[in-house]
Nanobody, 127 residues
Framework: QVQLVESGGGLVQAGGSLRLSCAVS????????MGWFRRAPGKEREFVAA????????DYGDSVKGRFAISRDNANNTVYLRMNSLKSEDSAVYYC????????????????????WGQGTQVTVTS
């Protein structure tokens, strides 16, 4: 079965950077569109970023545009989220997700678009 495992979370000071990784196994990674979502305490899970199966399209949530960058390495079945200029409000559990259908920016931000999910990695930004 398809498994997604996130890593790279941790404690970082405001203004710092982190890179999250999500390793995918059990399925054809280069056929999956990938997304990152996050959930802060007491809040709904929100869209962070998405990338098409071939890396040809990316989309970002408004709160992270210009600070975060999603990328993928199809040779190593991994998707990344580079997070710069971190703020305390970026503190959350970050989840990666995979979807095998046609990529569309109309649907990439929706949780219901994604079939497979990881367990999440905690990011804590201290001020």
């Amino acid at each position: 079965q398809v498994q997604l495992v996130e890593s790279g979370g941790g404690l970082v000071q405001a203004g710092g950077s982190l890179r999250l990784s999500c390793a995918v196994s059990g399925g054809p990674f280069n056929a999956y569109n990938m997304g990152w979502f996050r959930r802060a305490p007491g809040k709904e899970r929100e869209f962070v970023a998405a990338i098409k199966w071939n890396g040809g399209s990316t989309d970002y949530g408004d709160s992270v545009k210009g600070r975060f960058a999603i990328s993928r390495d199809n040779a190593n079945n991994t998707v990344y989220l580079r997070m710069n200029s971190l703020k305390s409000e970026d503190s959350a559990v970050y989840y990666c997700a995979a979807d095998w259908r046609d990529y569309s920016d109309r649907y990439a931000y929706r949780q219901s678009t994604y079939e497979y999910w990881g367990q999440g990695t905690q990011v804590t930004v201290t001020s």
